[in-house]
Structure formats: structure tokens, C-alpha cells
């Protein structure tokens, strides 16, 4: 599939939609990392927030604190989610397994 011809303020505004995603997530894993929001209020935020609701399980799940990359995908193993799979693409028995995990 061909990628679009793109005009320079066009790809100007792209950038900037891509780059303002990035902190959010960012913004997001550094409070769970910090235990200034829980893994409940995340997928929460996720249902209205496009940015974190594209934010891959593995990378929310590593910045929990005490959760590395080897207890993150044996937590995605264990519960039955695609090391692929998005917080979007979860479903409401995983997000239940998830929080009854964390909380």
C-alpha cells in the first residue's frame, strides 16, 4: 500500500498529532510508574483518550512499577493477551483479570 502524498503543513500537522500522542502516553506510563494513577483509572482514561487507547498492553503493563519486561509477558501469556494487542483491543474479562491482578 502506497503512503499518501502528503503537503508540507499537512505532514507539519501529522508530526505534531504523532509527537502530542507520545507525551500523553508518556505522561500516562510515568503516573502509573509513580502510583499517581491505577491500572483501573488508565482504562478508563483509555475509553475517551485515542492516544492511550493505542498504547500496546506490553509497554503499559512494564510501567507498572515492579513489573519487568519478562513478568509483563508472562502476565499477557498467563491472562490470554497477543504480545500485539492494544489496551483498546482488550477485552472486559482481560481488563478484569488485569486489575484484579494490580489492585
Given at each position: 500500500m502506497a503512503l499518501p502524498?502528503?503537503?508540507?503543513?499537512?505532514?507539519?500537522e501529522a508530526l505534531a498529532k504523532a509527537t502530542a500522542a507520545r507525551r500523553r502516553r508518556a505522561e500516562v506510563k510515568g503516573a502509573l510508574k509513580s502510583r499517581e494513577m491505577t491500572l483501573t483509572e488508565v482504562f478508563e482514561l483509555a475509553d475517551g483518550d485515542e492516544a492511550v487507547?493505542?498504547?500496546?498492553?506490553?509497554?503499559?503493563?512494564?510501567?507498572?512499577?515492579?513489573?519487568g519486561v519478562q513478568r509483563?509477558?508472562?502476565?499477557?501469556?498467563?491472562?490470554?493477551?497477543?504480545?500485539?494487542?492494544?489496551?483498546?483491543?482488550?477485552?472486559?474479562?482481560?481488563?478484569?483479570?488485569?486489575?484484579?491482578?494490580?489492585?
Amino acid at each position: 500500500m502506497a503512503l499518501p502524498k502528503l503537503t508540507p503543513e499537512q505532514r507539519q500537522e501529522a508530526l505534531a498529532k504523532a509527537t502530542a500522542a507520545r507525551r500523553r502516553r508518556a505522561e500516562v506510563k510515568g503516573a502509573l510508574k509513580s502510583r499517581e494513577m491505577t491500572l483501573t483509572e488508565v482504562f478508563e482514561l483509555a475509553d475517551g483518550d485515542e492516544a492511550v487507547a493505542k498504547m500496546r498492553v506490553q509497554a503499559l503493563l512494564e510501567s507498572l512499577p515492579r513489573v519487568g519486561v519478562q513478568r509483563a509477558q508472562q502476565l499477557m501469556e498467563e491472562v490470554g493477551i497477543a504480545s500485539s494487542r492494544r489496551v483498546r483491543g482488550l477485552g472486559p474479562v482481560q481488563r478484569a483479570e488485569l486489575i484484579k491482578r494490580f489492585s
